[in-house]
């Protein structure tokens, strides 16, 4: 019985061995083009920018900060699935390039992801813990997000 536990053991050891050596495409872009960026089109205040950037830049946009281990796997398989669903949704660096109605809907989607606090993921804010955002920092996304709603409603588009 004793003998049989080990060698699961050494196998699993194995297993965690060999996935390291599975590390996808890091989600980094060096030459950014940022003129279609949320933050830069909506000249978004700069304590509202430093808000997203922390805590929804690293699923939302074409960079992500790693931390050392987001290189382990499982981890590593996790991030990138996060992030690529992530990006799917809402890129913030290519929110300019979207039609005025996805903005609208988008602007609309990351008040309520922010207000019910689904966003950013529990998974994610367990080990980045200055993703996390307090109530008073929801307030101030929303404030903003529910302020540039009511300009471009009313520009004609
Ligand atoms: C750990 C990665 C991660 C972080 C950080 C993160 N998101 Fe997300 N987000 C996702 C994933 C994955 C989805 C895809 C759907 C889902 O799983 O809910 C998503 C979906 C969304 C959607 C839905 C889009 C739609 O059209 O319905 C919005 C809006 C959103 N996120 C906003 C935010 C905002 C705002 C922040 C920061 C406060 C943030 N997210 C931080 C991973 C993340």
Not at 2 to 22: E, N, P, S
Not at 36 to 52: E, G, M, Q, R, Y
Not at 132 to 151: A, G, P, Y
Request: glycine share 4%.
């Amino acid at each position: 019985m004793k003998k049989r536990l080990k060698k699961v053991g050494i196998a699993l050891f194995l297993v965690l061995i060999a996935i390291q050596f599975y590390q996808p495409a890091l989600n980094q872009s060096s030459g950014q083009d940022y003129t279609n960026d949320f933050l830069i089109t909506t000249k978004a205040p700069k304590n509202i920018s430093k808000l997203i950037q922390t805590s929804c830049y690293d699923c939302h946009s074409n960079n992500t900060k790693y931390l050392w281990y987001d290189y382990i796997q499982p981890a590593r398989m996790l991030v990138e699935a996060h992030i690529s669903n992530g990006k799917k949704e809402l890129n913030f660096n290519e929110f300019g390039s979207y039609s005025n109605r996805k903005q609208q809907s988008k602007l609309e989607a990351i008040g309520k992801q922010t207000k019910s606090g689904d966003m950013p993921l529990k998974s994610y804010t367990l080990l980045h813990h200055d993703a996390v955002l307090n109530e008073t920092q929801r307030q101030e996304i929303i404030h903003w997000i529910n302020s540039i709603q009511e300009n471009s409603s009313s520009s004609v588009n």
